[in-house]
T-cell receptor, first 117, second 115 residues
Framework: NAGVMQNPRHLVRRRGQEARLRCSPM?????VYWYRQLPEEGLKFMVY????????ESGMPKERFSAEFPKEGPSILRIQQVVRGDSAAYFC???????????????FGPGTRLTVL | AQSVTQPDIHITVSEGASLELRCNYS??????LFWYVQSPGQGLQLLLK??????LVQGIKGFEAEFKRSQSSFNLRKPSVHWSDAAEYFC?????????????FGKGTHLIIQP
């Protein structure tokens, strides 16, 4: 059973470009979470999605960031017009369908390390 | 506001010695508690979790943690560390209510193992 998969593992963008980060949850999981980890910091929650629905985006920056989890295919975190401050590791986690609460165990992917030049 | 504190940024332990990593949270009710480990350049691996029941939980790799409600703590322990335990350790908490289902993480404790 493959774990949470993220690609690319490393992404380099110039300021003003767009970054697209992909996350494929574990088989059978229908809940996806995105987190951002800045250097020397813990992970910060960004957004929680279920298939075709954004459940909670309270941690998402108001501008330039968006996320989706379509009926088919991976979840996408999109960052438009990247700036140097977006350089970070972005982690995706997934959890199985259950009570609908996020307190099922979250399993993390290896992360995408975004560098903005 | 809810918060998670890992007071030790770095801890150095000799190989074979015991280990305790501290984690405190600020919250009015009983949260859901997790410890994750992150090796350099890697993702997070779940070590153990506490949802309810026995307050002493066993995890993988010989780790255990104890939930102490009176101290709002969930400290991670290991009786004898191995060089391969060198990594970053994160305490994470799930707070019910408030609309957010994301975990709140501490800033991490960097564990260094001395030979």
């Amino acid at each position: 059973n493959a774990g949470v998969m993220q690609n690319p593992r490393h992404l380099v963008r110039r300021r003003g470009q767009e970054a697209r980060l992909r996350c494929s949850p574990m088989k059978g999981h229908s809940h996806v979470y995105w987190y951002r980890q800045l250097p020397e910091e813990g992970l910060k929650f960004m957004v929680y999605l279920q298939k075709e629905n954004i459940i909670d985006e309270s941690g998402m920056p108001k501008e330039r960031f968006s996320a989706e989890f379509p009926k088919e295919g991976p979840s996408i975190l999109r960052i438009q017009q990247v700036v140097r401050g977006d350089s970070a590791a972005y982690f995706c986690a997934s959890s199985p369908p259950g009570t609908g609460s996020g307190w099922d165990t979250q399993y993390f992917g290896p992360g995408t390390r975004l560098t903005v030049l | 506001a809810q918060s998670v504190t890992q007071p030790d940024i770095h801890i150095t332990v000799s190989e074979g010695a015991s280990l305790e990593l501290r984690c405190n949270y600020s919250y009015g009710a009983t949260p859901y508690l997790f410890w994750y480990v992150q090796s350099p350049g890697q993702g997070l691996q779940l070590l153990l979790k506490y949802f309810s029941g026995d307050t002493l939980v066993q995890g993988i790799k010989g780790f255990e943690a104890e939930f102490k409600r009176s101290q709002s703590s969930f400290n991670l322990r290991k009786p004898s560390v191995h060089w391969s335990d060198a990594a970053e350790y994160f305490c994470a908490v799930g707070f019910s209510g408030g609309g957010a289902d994301g975990l709140t993480f501490g800033k991490g404790t960097h564990l260094i193992i001395q030979p």
